[in-house]
């Protein structure tokens, strides 16, 4: 059984709800702003294929899974008002993963509070490269490198 993990967190920036919820909508420009991209194909407007590196750092005994590349695909699964829902699923040092991402964007003062939820199933081999390294702060500190993209993106 693969282990589940949740994440959640929230940001502000100074552009209005309509132009977050525009870029986070348009997957073929949000795509850019992932970090660790080594390359990605648009397969159309509400879909991507991905592949990104990952780095689990000098904790993990085996230097072959220290650095990772991830194959995944990107779903824009649904946007209704101001919440959109995305679905990555993908394969890892030889394990599957899937993410929920659930993003919710607010109004506030002269900009945009974006709340996100994410929630990630991770296969066994990560499971069991889990005794060596903590997976868990891992999987946090990629999502939040991740949402640090997405606020440089957002600032321009």
């Known amino acids: 059984m693969m282990k589940e993990l949740h994440y959640s967190?929230?940001?502000?920036?100074?552009?209005?709800?309509?132009?977050?919820?525009?870029?986070?909508?348009?997957?073929?420009?949000?795509?850019?702003?992932?970090?660790?991209?080594?390359?990605?194909?648009?397969?159309?407007?509400?879909?991507?294929?991905?592949r990104f590196r990952v780095d689990?750092?000098?904790?993990?005994?085996?230097?072959?899974?220290?650095?990772v590349t991830t194959d995944a695909h990107i779903e824009l699964v649904s946007a209704s008002g101001n919440e959109i829902r995305y679905k990555v699923d993908g394969r890892a040092a030889g394990s599957t993963i899937s993410i929920s991402l659930v993003i919710k964007v607010e109004g506030v003062n002269n900009g945009s509070r974006i709340n996100w939820d994410a929630t990630a199933n991770l296969g066994r081999?990560?499971?069991?490269?889990?005794?060596?390294?903590?997976?868990?702060?891992?999987?946090?500190?990629?999502?939040?490198?991740?949402?640090?993209?997405?606020?440089?993106?957002?600032s321009k």
Request: include cysteine; charge should be positive; proline fraction near 6%.
């Open 9 to 50: 967190g929230s940001f502000t920036v100074n552009k209005p709800p309509s132009d977050v919820v525009n870029f986070i909508t348009d997957l073929p420009r949000a795509i850019i702003c992932i970090p660790n991209i080594i390359n990605y194909e648009v397969l159309s407007k509400d879909k991507a294929r991905v």
């Open 56 to 67: 689990l750092g000098n904790e993990v005994p085996i230097a072959e899974l220290r650095r």
């Open 125 to 154: 081999l990560l499971q069991m490269i889990g005794r060596f390294v903590n997976i868990d702060s891992l999987v946090k500190s990629i999502s939040e490198d991740t949402i640090k993209g997405f606020i440089g993106c957002l």
